[in-house]
């Protein structure tokens, strides 16, 4: 029995390298195209930002006791404004950043899988499974909880309505930040129009798999412009008397 848990252990361990390699590349590259981090999982284990307002956010860590987040890694990233200048290319350059991870690492203990030792094969070992991964996460596909990078970016460059969907994910965030900061300044009117527009195209492109922050920021939307509505009708009622008067 024990000989079985450190055999399989042997084998998760070294997978769970390979995935942190991976998704530190979508993240370091996200990173340097102006994303900001929203969550970070490698197997079932995430840590994760609990508001979208870097004024007031924390971060905690979950776990996750499903067999199929075991395997496999995730890195959410959002824009740090709602500006969407190059966003495409950015997110294509962010969705290959795990794969130049795994293909960048191979080539650094490519000296080293030349050397005739024990440390020499298992570099040959880990230089196959990095080159694997990476040549498997270009080929286009999805499953019911996973689809590729190379479906990702086949996507934006070819499928308008995906693409359209994934720029409006990553940019969310910063445009509720921005509707609500109108709010707070009091140009209620303007936000409200921000709010409607944020909704709409929510209702639009809805996620696959909605988070609970996801849900949450759609909960906090509604309830936040609701009441500010609510205070926006009757001034406009006082403006159009003053103007009958």
Known sequence: MLSTLLGLAALYI?????I?????????????????LHSFRIGPAELFRTSIDPSNQSIQWK????????????????TSSSSVTRIRLRLILYLLGG????????????????????????AKYFIFASVLLALGNLIPFKTILFESDGKQVWNMLFVPAKRDAKIFGVTFP????????????GQTELACNSADELMGLAKQFPPEHPSVAYQQNIEKLEQMFRKARLTLVPAQERSLQRIDN
């Open 174 to 185: 910063a445009r509720l930040i921005e509707a609500i900061s109108l709010l707070r300044s």
């Open 14 to 18: 070294p997978l769970l390298c390979l």
């Open 99 to 122: 794969v130049a991870a795994n293909l960048g690492s191979s080539l650094l203990v490519l000296p080293i899988a030349r050397m005739q030792t024990e440390l020499g094969g298992i």
């Open 20 to 36: 942190l390699i991976h998704e530190t590349g979508h993240f370091i590259v996200g990173h340097a195209c102006g994303l900001r």
């Open 63 to 78: 776990w996750h006791w499903k067999l199929s987040y075991a395997s496999s890694g995730a890195v959410r990233m959002f």
